[in-house]
T-cell receptor
Framework: ETGVTQSPTHLIKTRGQQVTLRCSSQ?????VSWYQQALGQGPQFIFQ???????GRGNFPPRFSGLQFPNYSSELNVNALELDDSALYLC??????????????FGAGTRLSVL | DQQVKQNSPSLSVQEGRISILNCDYT??????FLWYKKYPAEGPTFLIS?????DKNEDGRFTVFLNKSAKHLSLHIVPSQPGDSAVYFC???????????????FGQGTTLQVKP
């Protein structure tokens, strides 16, 4: 059973550019959540997708958007990158049973640097 | 507004002794609390959780205590082992209208070092 995988592992962009981060959910998981972890901070909830629909959103502007595909993999898109978007982006997947216990399984993350 | 706080950025203990990691929260709507462990270059890994209807949950060497009146929880690791050295995050969740939202609110993390 493969776990949650994210790509790329590292990315460097310049201010104003757009970026797409990818996540493959753990087998059997139909819910995916994205988190942003700034240096020295805990992860912050961006949004969650369930069956290809957004199912909850944190306090992030609309330039943060996402997609979930029929195979439950997911993308996080960020437009008009700002310096403060530099962070580790974590994807987490879960089944509905896991979610009932609030358990999410995290990938290793994508480290985004905005210059 | 930091709803979940871990006020100790780091903790160092001797192997075999008890490690106690603390977490405070402000939102009385939180009904589920979790601890995650994170090694470098890996994603956070679920460790143990507790529902707000309980005050203690134990799993092997790990025990989580919840004091609702003080809005405080703690994770006890006994005995501590060098492999426990990692960053520990406290997280909380509030039930939404249609069940668990899956939105976890994390603290800033505490780096635990267990010395051999």
């Amino acid at each position: 059973e493969t776990g949650v995988t994210q790509s790329p592992t590292h990315l460097i962009k310049t201010r104003g550019q757009q970026v797409t981060l990818r996540c493959s959910s753990q087998s059997g998981h139909n819910t995916v959540s994205w988190y942003q972890q700034a240096l020295g901070q805990g992860p912050q909830f961006i949004f969650q997708y369930y069956r290809e629909e957004e199912n909850g959103r944190g306090n992030f502007p609309p330039r943060f958007s996402g997609l979930q595909f029929p195979n439950y993999s997911s993308e996080l898109n960020v437009n008009a990158l700002e310096l403060d978007d530099s962070a580790l982006y974590l994807c987490a997947s879960s089944s509905r049973g896991d979610l009932a216990k609030n358990i999410q399984y995290f990938g290793a993350g994508t480290r985004l640097s905005v210059l | 507004d930091q709803q979940v706080k871990q006020n100790s950025p780091s903790l160092s203990v001797q192997e075999g002794r008890i490690s106690i990691l603390n977490c405070d929260y402000t939102n009385s709507m939180f009904d589920y609390f979790l601890w995650y462990k994170k090694y470098p270059a890996e994603g956070p890994t679920f460790l143990i959780s507790i529902s707000s209807i309980k005050d203690k949950n134990e799993d092997g060497r790990f025990t989580v205590f919840l004091n609702k009146s003080a809005k405080h929880l703690s994770l006890h690791i006994v005995p501590s082992q060098p492999g426990d050295s990692a960053v520990y995050f406290c997280a909380a969740s509030a039930r939404g209208g249609s069940g668990n939202t899956g939105k976890l609110i994390f603290g800033q993390g505490t780096t635990l070092q267990v010395k051999p």
